[in-house]
């Protein structure tokens, strides 16, 4: 039974068969040389994540003209043989963080609506703050409110002082 090269080593045949050097390929792909040189290699530890090294597979493997299904199904059975990339990374770290999950409600908040209840909120409250105010006032008034009076003296024709 004939094996399979490795992706590492199409990439690196599909570039000599080419007479590319490595920094060529660096610069038709936009591709750093080391990870170039990490790829040919079979070094997927030098990347974070697979999608990286998935990106970088199917770019460098457009530039030799290989055949990408093929190319692509080979390196994810080689991920999956990898300790590190075997399992896909979960989406979000697991916190139980109160700020990661007010950021999180946040994130979800459609911001029209909230400005919306945030006027609504903030009319009610001024409102409410002015009557409480209004009230207060009256309360503290020194002269409550008596019907309009005539002033009467209790000496019959005596009239009030007039001070200079």
């Known amino acids: ?9 199409q990439l690196r ?3 000599e068969a080419k007479n ?3 920094n060529e390929v660096a610069e038709k792909t936009k591709i750093r040389a080391d990870h170039l040189l990490a790829l040919e ?4 530890g030098v990347f974070s994540a697979p999608i990286y090294i998935r990106g970088s597979v199917k770019n460098y493997a457009a530039l030799l003209k290989l055949d990408l299904p093929q190319i692509l199904a080979a390196l994810d059975a080689e991920l999956k043989a990898t300790e590190k990339f075997s ?5 979000t770290d697991e916190s139980d963080k109160p700020l990661d999950h007010a950021m999180f409600l946040l994130a ?10 945030a006027a609504i909120i903030g009319v009610v409250l001024v ?3 002015v009557n409480a105010v209004v009230k207060q006032s009256k309360k503290n008034d020194q002269m409550p409110n008596l019907p309009p009076a005539v002033y009467q003296s209790t000496n019959f024709g005596d009239t009030l002082p007039i001070h200079k």
Do not use: D, H, I, S
């Open 1 to 9: 039974m004939v094996q399979m090269p490795t992706v590492a080593e």
């Open 13 to 15: 045949a599909g570039r």
């Open 20 to 22: 590319l050097t490595l």
């Open 41 to 44: 290699e079979g070094n997927f």
């Open 87 to 91: 399992e896909p990374p979960p989406f």
């Open 108 to 117: 979800k908040l459609n911001w029209k609506m909230a400005l919306a209840a």
């Open 127 to 129: 409102v409410v703050v």
